[in-house]
């Protein structure tokens, strides 16, 4: 079980690092994929430590979920504020 759970600990980071930019041009992949990949895995991993009672490894995958989470709601707000806005012009 130890392995199992170092295995668990070490994928997450490395999918915690593929969700660049330049890990998703290299793979061929988008980022949003890899995102949503990385958040599946998350559930996962906390789904198999809450029944294994693994409870580092919870406290790890809760760390990384809310860092997750501060991710997406800051890239969100980054890319509302990149967006430019559109005027109304009103004809009279």
């Given at each position: 079980?130890?392995?199992?759970?170092?295995?668990?600990i070490v994928?997450?980071?490395?999918?915690?690092?593929?969700?660049?930019?330049?890990?998703?041009?290299?793979?061929?992949?988008?980022?949003?994929?890899?995102?949503?990949?990385?958040?599946v895995?998350?559930?996962?991993?906390?789904?198999?430590?809450g029944?294994a009672?693994?409870?580092?490894?919870?406290?790890?995958?809760?760390?990384?979920?809310?860092w997750?989470?501060?991710?997406?709601?800051?890239?969100?707000?980054?890319?509302?504020?990149?967006?430019?806005?559109?005027?109304r012009?009103?004809?009279?």
């Amino acid at each position: 079980m130890r392995y199992l759970v170092l295995g668990l600990i070490v994928a997450l980071l490395v999918m915690r690092l593929l969700r660049t930019r330049w890990a998703g041009k290299l793979l061929g992949i988008s980022r949003r994929v890899l995102e949503i990949a990385h958040l599946v895995l998350l559930l996962v991993t906390a789904l198999i430590a809450g029944i294994a009672e693994e409870w580092v490894l919870l406290g790890v995958v809760g760390a990384l979920l809310i860092w997750a989470l501060v991710d997406l709601v800051r890239g969100r707000r980054d890319r509302a504020q990149d967006r430019p806005r559109r005027s109304r012009r009103h004809s009279a």
